[in-house]
């Protein structure tokens, strides 16, 4: 039998019900294993025992009597960038290291009636600004795989809790590719849906027009029932969907035969590593054997988009950390002299180099006299991708590709060329410009780390892409590897 | 020199919809200090605006009443700024496209009965920012963030305005407006309506603007009057003794009466404005337009035209009756009661404004209504009293003594118009004066017309101001040219 920590959501859903153990059992074991092995990874920020072991007990109350709520008193992780009432909520800065919400984002209220008990909240990037989780003022997650490697950013310490069994599913969020890449770096499974198909009220925002949640998790089945609860039009988000969310599980079991799935050439150009680019390869070559047929395709603006990415968001950025100004909340310097003094030396230490980096990229792009020749062209750029990729739709049902341009590197690797890292998100990037879906699962392993397949749908098509990581979970095991540090 | 006057002005109305425009806490004045503001208000972490539809009903029917074109899908935008009542950093607002594009309001010219139009370039809706307090916080500073999030529609004119008297007549039309469209109460003391005045001036005759100053925040037309008029002077004084003027930000001191620099061009803010990502372009059909066309309530234009032919007012008294939406609907609530405009008109703009104006009362709140000044007119009208009398039935209701029958009765008001008794009083009056009818009678016709007033006097005090005065004059000149 499998311990506790190696089920999944789906197994946890059923054997709740069996009443094989209850809420409180699986939540104890796993606050139990955080206590233990959170100092080896650094995955949490907070840990709410109290708040874990009410959720779970109240969890069990309800099954006994007979409620059916879908993840009811089934543990999972909240990023840190998601406001929880009461509890700690930092975005991973000095800036809100005393900052408790007094209310709950969405995703998390959603949660919360869903049945979920919250174990604690993940480390982070700083307010998601960072590709490797070493922005974090709560210093850098450990991969599970190699603890001397980066376990891939922003939402690092999610992907790491759920490959290193410190829960079974975390939620994440996605402005350049924060679920993908951590997820292919940590060898788990994450999905950014279309944007506005899942609310980002309570969500702090890092840059409004990209930011998407989604969850992160051991299995695409696993991801399609978490999805199936964080999604709906929130009449408080005005960007999020009007649109019926359907049952993302309904279609796991479709077959994938005349699938039509498109290979951008320009995600597989001598920027990938040749070895990432056969792993790849073989990982699309099963999804042949599953009927699927592979078709060349084009995304001629592809390379645009790390540069328009590095103008909107940072700009985006530079307004939305506004607020961060030590009058209402938050870290606030020690006995400013004047109104002056206070927001320069509040924003000056409470925000991280990275944060402050993008806020003055994004402050100038946005300055008179610059507007059009950055904001304005880069938003004329985005129109481009996304044109990209309408047109590859009318050809193709799905894109797949690597996620990231390599396995996890070693802390320190790209902290000094602030491009390298940049470059991390080549092929998350333009998704998000795009506003598309896409996901990141396991699809091989390079020198004992995990390599992740990145699938990109049209708009609305996470049935799609989930049917797809599905159909490829039951044909491969690439999903159910766990770091060789867990079997000791 | 001669010189020219150039005044463009950015005026700034609170509209009165129950939510904020971007939350849903409520809009109320004078609530204990942040008591109505949201995390929304508040700019937690997180929290996400969503556009009040109220808002953008009102500012559509504030471009229809300017005849202006309405844009069908206006955008927000972000304008980056620290300051420690603006909680986001920033202040939602409109700048590439706003909702309400070019219109004019017209206002009558001072003297004449010419009027003039005023183009506005745009007005855009945005969020009011909270308050700043700097008294009763020893040396520190309060926020007041209640304010922040009312829905403001802020009107930019083009340089049309010629003088303070036009800036005046502007804003009372924009006051008229938006208090006749019901958008907003027009508020000054509660800062609902305020502006600000760009002010330059030019040798007459030359097309060339002269550099502007901006006046900023003037909250009262007292003030916004008298600012305008010390920095006319103040830059006639620089440019007639050569100097040039600074283009930059003034604040009007109302205590010294001068206006001081805030800050020069150079020290302005880069805003930094961007399409807001948080709120998609607010899309208005053309049959929501046509549908608040439709329902658009009677304008003051209209209404002015209305008097006059409806009620056979003069210019100048439907001009007044108009100005403000309470003052035309008091006084037509008047008329519809007594069927009378003229006397309704003079009893509204003379006995009951001096009422009101003594105790600083608004119309609206008028210890009279309307029912009970009608009442009183009607008993003018059938002469059960006498104006003079009804002077002190007046005073009677404003102090709630009740309706004008009620006083009447109550306190023996009713006009003595029984001949017989008015002929006791006069022979009264004729016996007790017999000096007095001996230099009446001994006068020539035109003396005599003098001299029968104290005959009048006397006969009224006697009645105690009931006796008919037609009747007293007339039974008077007959027994006394007898």
Redesign the interface.
Known sequence: MKALHELTVAQIQQQLIEKKFSSREITEHYLNRIDTLNSDYNCYITVDANGALTAADKADQAIAAGSRAPLLGVPIAHKDI??TKGVA?T?GSRM?AN?V???D?TVVSKMKVAGTVMLGKTNMDEFAMGSSNETSFFGPVKNPWDVETVPGGSSGGSAAAVAAQLAPAATGTDTGGSIRQPAALCGITGIKPTYGRVS??????F???LDQAGPMTKTAEDAAILLNSMSGLD?????SLDTTVPNFTATLDDSLAGLKIGIPKEYFDQRLDTAMADAVQVALAELEKLGAKLVDIELPNSALSVPAYYVIAP??A??N?????G????YRCEDPED?EDL?TRTRSEGFGDEVKRRILVG?YA???GY?DAY?RKAQQIRRLIKEDFVRAFEQVDIIAGPTAPSTAFKFGAKTADPVAMYLEDIYTIAVNLAGLPAMSLPAGQLENMPIGMQLVGNYFAEQKLLNVAHQFQLATQWHTSTPTSLKG | MQWETVIGLEVHVQLSTQSKIFSSSPTAYGADANTQADEVDLAFPGTLPVANKQAFKSAVMFGLAINASIEHASVFERKNYFYPDLPKGYQTTQLEKPIVGKGYITIPCSGSGDSKKIRIHHAHLEEDAGKSLHEDFLGMSGIDLNRAGTPLIEIVSEPDIRSAEEAIAFLKKVHAIVTYLDISDGDMSQGSLRCDANVSIRPMGEEKLGTRTEIKNLNSFRFIEKAIHVEVERQKDILEFGGSIRQETRLYDSEKNETRSMRSKEEANDYRYFPCPDLLPVIIDQKTIDDLKQAMPELPEQRFERFQSEFDLSAYDASILTELRQTADYFESVVNACQDAKLSANWVMGELSAFLNKHDVLIENSPIKPEQLAGLITRIKDQTISGKIAKQVFEMMANGKGTADEIIEAQGLKQVSDSGAIETMVDGVIQNNADQVAQYLAADADKRKKLIGFFVGQVMKVSKGQANPGQVNQILAKKLNN
């Open positions: 998601f406001c909520t975005c809100l900052f919400s007094p209310y984002a980002r009220y309570g969500m702090i925002a840059a409004s027009s009449h408080k988000d005005s960007t700009a985006e530079s307004s950390l506004s607020r961060f100004d009058v209402r909340y938050g109104l927001y402050t946005l300055s008179a507007y904001y």
